[in-house]
C-alpha cells in the first residue's frame, strides 16, 4: 500500500479491540446483547421506565473497566505508536465506551457512543468524571440537583456526538482503517461508504472474522486485534522509514509514561 506520509488517517473502532484487554463485545458468543435486552438497558424509554435498571447495567460495566487486570492490549499501544508517528495525523473515532485508547496514550480520540468514565446532570447539562456507581441519588458535582444523572452514554435512539468532525476527518483521510467492529451499528457502519464515496482514501478492515462490511474495504487482515494491529502500524511504519527510529521513541515514551500505557 503506498500512502503519502502527509495523508490522514482515520481508525474506527469497535468493542473488538478491548476484547483482548478483558472486556466483553456485543455481539460474538459472550456478547453483552445475548445477555442483556437492548430495550431494557439501552434506550432512552429503559431509563425512564426502569433507571435503576439501567444504571445497573452501566455500574457494572463501570466497575469491570476499572478492574486493576483490565489495561491496554498490544493493539491500543500500537496506535498511540501510530499517532506518535505519523506525520500526517491519526485520528482514532471510538465507538468504544471504554477509556483504553487514552490509556494507552491516543491523544486524538472521538468517543462517538459516549464514555463510561463520564456522567451527564440532566438538570443543567455539566459532563463530569464519574468512576463510582450511579444511582438514584446522585448529586450533580456542577449544580448539586439529586437523582437526574446518567451514563454519558448514546442510547439506541440518540444522536452520536461529534459527527460533524468525523464527517470532515472522514472527508479529508487517506486512510481509513476499522478495527474490532461488527459493521451492525450505524452511521459507523456506514463510515466506509462515505469514504469511498469521496474516492480519495483507501480502506482497510482489521478484525476477527469478515464484518457485514467487510465487502466494501479494499483490503482486509483477519485475526485478533493484538497480532493484526501492531503487523499492519508496523507496515505502516516501514513504509516510511520511521519504524527503527521510532520503534525506539515508542519504548521511551512508555516507559516514561508508567506500566499501563
Ligand atoms: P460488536 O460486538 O458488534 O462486534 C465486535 C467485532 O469485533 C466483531 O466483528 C468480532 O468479530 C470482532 N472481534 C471480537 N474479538 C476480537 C479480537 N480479539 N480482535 C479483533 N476483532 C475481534 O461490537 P461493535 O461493532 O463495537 O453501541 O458494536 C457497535 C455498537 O453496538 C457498540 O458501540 C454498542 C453496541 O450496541 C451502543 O451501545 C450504542
Redesign the pocket.
Known sequence: MRLSPEGLIVVLT????S??SGLR????QD?L?YEFR?EEV?TPEAFARDPAKVLDFYNQRRRGLLAPEVRPNA?HLALARLERSWPGGVLVVT???DDLHERAGSRRVLHM?GELLKARCLACGAVCEWRRDLDLESRCPACGTVGRMRPH????GEIPFHLEDIEEALARCTLFVA???????YP?AGFVDRVKALGRACTVE????P?AKSHCFDDRRY????R?VPAFVEELLAEIGGSREQQGSAVRDRRSRGPDR
Request: no cysteine; charged share 10%.
Open positions: 469497535g468493542a473488538g479491540i476484547a483482548e463485545t456485543f455481539r460474538d456478547g446483547w437492548i439501552a493493539a465507538q468504544n465506551v457512543h452514554i448514546v442510547w439506541f478495527v474490532g467492529t461488527s459493521a451492525e451499528v459507523a482489521l478484525n476477527l472474522e464484518s485475526g485478533p486485534a493484538t493484526v
